[in-house]
């Protein structure tokens, strides 16, 4: 058992082989380490390979980063072009 909602059983034993199974509530995600390592490594290469840069969006957003959105009344037209 991990905490008191996930449990690790043994399925299967077969020569060098060992099937395990784990049963945890839905909204915990379960994954192989080799799809771990795999996804976390695709999660950093997407933000290091698309940076935030402001000269290319239009001056509505700029304001509203500025300003704060808290402060801003209607929002503002974003021209992308």
């Known amino acids: 058992m991990i905490n008191d909602t ?3 059983k043994i399925i299967d034993i077969k020569e060098n082989t060992i099937k395990i199974g784990i049963a945890a509530p839905r909204d915990i995600k379960v994954f192989r380490k080799e799809i771990f390592d795999e996804i976390k490594k695709e999660n950093q290469l997407a933000v290091s390979s698309s940076p935030l840069n402001l000269d290319l ?3 509505g957003l700029k304001d509203v980063l500025a300003k704060g959105k808290s402060q801003m009344e209607t929002p503002p037209k974003i021209d992308l072009e």
């Open 6 to 8: 996930i449990e690790v």
């Open 57 to 59: 969006i239009g001056q």
